[in-house]
């Protein structure tokens, strides 16, 4: 008989006790790594896949949650999977509950960065519109980068040969390996609990070039949220130009290196010094342009007032010529009137003498003068005696 | 940390362009005119001032952020 030395146990039991066992694995000092194929997610929530080995005819399915696992997953990617097994009772099928799942190599890295940022593209994470501008002359800046790292020093090194008396808050962070995410996300944390007094102008996250696996907390999910969410305008320099980062898509402002970004958040001071000095010039222009046309505006009136003048003048002087030769010829016509009046009034005075000479009176002159009286005569005394035609000399007896 | 002080220089830059822009757009008004100048000549000494400040201060934000260098 089977049962002999054996125990009965049901179905259910036998699967407990199957799960009991495989619980002895020491789960989560494992990860299994292979190839995903058959990857498929249902209602948004669960995933499935079977995790292939890459040599071996062999395959576990997996299961997940969209909750646990955020990396979005393709077939064909190569991954690392943290989980746990399972037999589920219904079906009698082994599955492994997986915890998490990380690519692994460059090519998978590379596919799961391309299907992240295609996603967050989608939700809007990289858009231009959102952007902010960042202040021109930033007085505290929150820097988050490793001490350690020379992306510090060439940052803090650009900065001071362009600008001074900027605040530099820097909070140290790890920004590689496994800290580096979680200590970044803290760090935009601390800079969004400040309160909004202390809070710095801009946030500078930044570190040097490295390989796809160097940058893969520049390249998380939740950083890149993260950035995102910051209250506090950000800038992203991550390594040397041709690297690229989710990170640096957020980014309000992108830098292409530590150095760029130093560049990027504040002005070279000899720039801003000959802005200065161009202000005032371009002031000073502005004025003695001014002076300029006021000068040619006196100048002007003073021109036309001189021209009044000289025409004022000109013709005053013409009329007075006139009025001088107009005065000239009356003063001449008077004399000739006066001359004619003298001698027709003497004309006059003759004819009326002569009319009584004529009668046979005579007139008697002294010296030119008429002699009325005869008293006025003296022997000796020489006269002119004057008749109607004639007149003699006369001396008195 | 301190709060932030009076941000003089951002200010001050900032009404100096003002400055010359009104140079540049308005009719100006001599006395006016003069006037601005005169602002603008203390601005660019109170900029120039600012311009000479070479160092940069780093502190580190450590009060708000030790439980992380704790770990």
């Known amino acids: 008989m089977l049962e002999e030395g054996r125990k009965s146990i049901s179905v259910g039991d036998y699967i407990d006790l199957i799960n009991d066992a495989m619980a002895l694995i020491p789960s989560e000092e494992i990860v299994v790594v292979g190839e995903i194929v058959g990857c498929r997610i249902s209602q948004g929530k669960w995933i499935n896949f079977d995790l292939k080995d890459e040599e071996r005819e062999a395959k576990v399915s997996c299961f997940a949650t969209t909750f646990k696992v955020k990396t979005p997953l393709e077939d064909g990617m190569r991954v690392q999977v943290v989980g746990y097994p399972k037999v589920y009772e219904r079906f009698g099928k082994f599955s492994m509950n997986v915890e998490a799942v990380e690519p692994v190599g460059e090519g998978a890295l590379a596919k799961a960065y391309m299907l992240l940022k295609a996603q967050l593209e989608k939700e809007g994470l990289f858009a231009v519109e959102r952007k902010r501008l960042l202040p021109r002359f930033p007085q505290r800046i929150g820097l988050i980068t490793s001490t350690e790292a020379a992306a510090y020093g060439d940052f803090i090194r650009i900065l001071n040969n362009r600008w001074g008396g900027v605040e530099v808050v820097h909070t140290p962070v790890h920004v590689q390996g496994q800290h580096a995410v979680r200590e970044i996300i803290a760090a935009f944390a601390a800079f969004d609990r400040l309160p909004k007094a202390e809070r710095p102008d801009m946030l500078v996250l930044t570190r040097g070039g490295g390989s796809l696996e160097d940058l893969h907390a520049f390249n998380d999910e939740q950083v890149a949220r993260a950035v995102f969410q910051s209250s506090i305008p950000v800038v992203v320099g991550v390594g040397h130009e041709r690297d690229e980062s989710l990170c640096d898509f957020v980014a309000d402002v992108r830098a292409s290196t530590p150095s760029n970004a130093a560049e990027v958040v504040v002005p070279d001071r000899r720039e801003v010094w000959r802005e200065i000095s161009t202000s005032l010039t371009r002031m000073n222009d502005g004025l003695d342009h001014k002076l300029d046309r006021q000068n040619q505006k006196v100048e002007s009136a003073m021109r036309s007032l001189r021209h009044f003048m000289e025409t004022g003048m000109h013709e005053m002087r013409l009329v007075i010529d006139q009025f001088s030769h107009a005065f000239d010829r009356f003063r001449l016509s008077l004399v000739a009137t006066r001359k004619h009046i003298d001698t027709l009034s003497r004309l006059l005075a003759s004819y009326d003498i002569k009319n009584i000479l004529e009668r046979g009176f005579s007139v008697v002159r002294r010296s030119g003068k008429i002699v009325r009286d005869a008293k006025k005569l003296a022997p000796g005394n020489d006269i002119t005696v004057q008749f109607g035609r004639g007149e003699i000399q006369a001396e008195v007896k | ?71």
Do not use: H, Y
């Not at chain 2, 009076?6 to 003002?18: C, G, N, Q, V, Y």
């Not at chain 2, 822009?21 to 100006?28: C, G, K, M, R």
């Not at chain 2, 005169?38 to 001032?49: F, I, P, Q, T």
């Open chain 2, 1 to 71: 940390m301190p709060a932030k002080k009076i941000p003089t220089f951002a200010k001050a830059f900032s009404e100096l362009e003002e400055l010359t822009q009104w140079f540049e757009t308005q009719d100006v008004d001599l006395d006016e005119g003069l006037k601005k100048f005169e602002r603008g000549l203390e601005l660019a000494a109170v900029c120039k001032k600012k311009l000479s400040e070479v160092e940069n201060k780093v502190e580190k934000l450590k009060d708000k952020f030790n439980d992380l260098q704790d770990e």
